[in-house]
T-cell receptor, first 117, second 115 residues
Framework: NAGVTQTPKFRVLKTGQSMTLLCAQDMNHEYMYWYRQDPGMGLRLIHYSVGEGTTAKGEVPDGYNVSRLKKQNFLLGLESAAPSQTSVYFC????????????????FGPGTRLTVT | KQEVTQIPAALSVPEGENLVLNCSFTDSAIYNLQWFRQDPGKGLTSLLL?????REQTSGRLNASLDKSSGRSTLYIAASQPGDSATYLC??????????????FGKGTHLIIQP
């Protein structure tokens, strides 16, 4: 299993450009999450999804949109990139049903490093 | 709003020492607490997850404890090795929504084990 994968790994955008980050998981997880990590701020939740076709806002949702058309994919979109969105973006997933007392561990992807100039 | 604090922010110790990393949280209504390791430029690797009903979890040289009433968790690393050098993050999941609403992270402890 590949686990959680993210595309692309690196990207440089100019202010005002748009892009979509793709997260894919092959663990049949119901829940998926997008976080951003900034120096001195730690990881913060942007948006999340508890199932196909559903999304919800996290702590820092402004400037981002998300879609979960397929269970295995969670897309994060930036419609008009701003320098404040320069960050490392992490996707994570977890099962929605606890099996064998596993306790809903979140699994993270390798991250996408985005720079907006 | 949940706030998670990790102390110390950085720690440097000689190889072989036992050490404790601390994590505190302001809202005791948590579903679980998870400890992660992050190497420079890499993603997060899950180390241990403690459910709210548990007091501790162990994996190899790692032991994590949870005291919900005092809002504290500790990660104990026994017989530290240079390969343990990394940033360690703790994160809590809220009890509401069955812990589905994402994690709140501390800012991490940057650990260096000197050979």
């Amino acid at each position: 299993n590949a686990g959680v994968t993210q595309t692309p790994k690196f990207r440089v955008l100019k202010t005002g450009q748009s892009m979509t980050l793709l997260c894919a998981q092959d663990m049949n997880h119901e829940y998926m999450y997008w976080y951003r990590q900034d120096p001195g701020m730690g990881l913060r939740l942007i948006h999340y999804s508890v199932g196909e076709g559903t999304t919800a806002k996290g702590e820092v949702p402004d400037g981002y949109n998300v879609s979960r058309l397929k269970k295995q994919n969670f897309l994060l979109g930036l419609e008009s990139a701003a320098p404040s969105q320069t960050s490392v973006y992490f996707c994570a997933s977890r099962t929605g049903t606890s099996g064998r007392g596993l306790g809903y561990e979140q699994y993270f992807g390798p991250g996408t490093r985005l720079t907006v100039t | 709003k949940q706030e998670v604090t990790q102390i110390p922010a950085a720690l440097s110790v000689p190889e072989g020492e036992n050490l404790v990393l601390n994590c505190s949280f302001t809202d005791s209504a948590i579903y679980n607490l998870q400890w992660f390791r992050q190497d420079p430029g890499k993603g997060l690797t899950s180390l241990l997850l403690i459910q709210s009903s548990q007091r501790e979890q162990t994996s190899g040289r790692l032991n994590a404890s949870l005291d919900k009433s005092s809002g504290r968790s500790t990660l104990y690393i026994a017989a530290s090795q240079p390969g343990d050098s990394a940033t360690y993050l703790c994160a809590s999941a809220p009890y509401s929504g069955g812990g589905a609403d994402g994690l709140t992270f501390g800012k991490g402890t940057h650990l260096i084990i000197q050979p």
